[in-house]
């Protein structure tokens, strides 16, 4: 061993379109001490096992890897850590860790990336000061991590939290989502079937380009339809105050359900689109229980709390 490399711990988080790659130092403070991100060339399991391979090399002529975290944007059994579903990743039944470990021998431990999120802020962000927190993240898909008395809760196979995929409209057969059922939140507020039902509007001629003022259907994205939602379209507006309505509901019965301290939202559909923001808080408000009132906040860590809570969650390993 090269003494003069700092021991460290490698923290993973792969989405839907990027991954990205943080070390931490950790014998004195768990501390972030550089990033890496790439766009994902291939979702390809094998190929991304590749890349986290090649990655793992450059640093470890630099570090001393002790253990890796790695959030990924699936489902991931308790157990075995295989991941059984992968909307955006286009990933069913992988055995991640066992493939992994054949080619990194180091301790290492596959985590849903929303849980991952969750334990990051938890720990190093926005709910170093309460117990129970549920945070929400709305991107390229949607999905929740929970802390109840200070534990990350994971279920008894290692799938709680998968917001996106609950049911909240049984009669919209319009878009099946990735986990193969329709009416799933997801399919209402996540960006990559938000868009797809904008899209869908435009060309069944309900809505136009000119109006979103884009040239060509490749530029639409839920952000582009926020900015001239004040506008007035009916259509848009139906679209709007429909998803609104849906997700206030939702944060209302979590609530209601939950009880958190807290919960944190965050994400580029939400960030991106202040409108729709407006909308779900003003349902929320309609909605909820008084005596169940839950804070609603924004996260701390922004990008950097998947890899905080996969770090975090592998120097559980040492």
Request: net charge neutral; glycine share 10%; hydrophobic share 40%.
């Amino acid at each position: 061993m090269n003494l003069n490399k700092h021991s460290s711990i490698l923290g993973i988080d792969i989405g839907g379109t990027n991954i990205r790659f943080g070390i931490f130092e950790y014998k004195h403070k768990f501390k972030l001490v550089h990033q890496i991100q790439f766009e994902l060339e291939s979702r390809e399991p094998e190929k991304v096992c590749d890349c986290i391979q090649n990655i793992y090399y450059e640093i470890s002529q630099i570090y001393k890897v002790d253990a890796i975290g790695i959030g990924v944007a699936g489902m991931v059994s308790k157990s075995d850590m295989i991941v059984i579903n992968a909307p955006n990743l286009q990933w069913n039944n992988f055995p991640f860790r066992d493939i992994l470990s054949k080619r990194i021998k180091v301790p290492l431990v596959i985590m849903n990336d929303l849980n991952a999120i969750t334990w990051g802020e938890f720990n190093y962000g926005r709910g170093k000061n309460v117990d129970s927190m549920l945070c929400i993240f709305i991107g390229t898909g949607v999905g929740s991590g929970l802390v109840i008395d200070k534990k990350l809760v994971i279920g008894a196979h290692g799938f709680a939290g998968e917001i996106g995929h609950i049911k909240v409209n049984e009669k919209d057969n319009y878009i099946v989502c990735g986990c193969e059922k329709t009416g799933c939140l997801e399919t209402y507020i996540g960006g990559k079937h938000l868009t797809t039902r904008l899209r869908n509007l435009v060309q069944n001629e309900k809505l136009s380009l000119s109006f979103l003022n884009i040239d060509n259907l490749e530029n639409l994205h839920p952000g582009i339809a926020d900015r001239v939602f004040a506008q007035g379209n009916k259509t848009l507006d139906q679209l709007w105050y429909t998803n609104g309505k849906i997700f206030g509901q939702t944060l209302a019965n979590c609530s209601t359900l939950l009880n958190p301290h807290q919960i944190i939202i965050g994400g580029t559909v939400w960030e991106g689109t202040p409108n729709f923001r407006k909308l779900s808080l003003q349902s929320y408000e309609i909605h909820l229980n008084e005596t169940t009132r839950t804070e609603i906040v924004s996260p701390l860590l922004k990008n950097e709390a998947g890899l905080y809570g996969a770090a975090c969650k592998a120097a559980l390993l040492l």
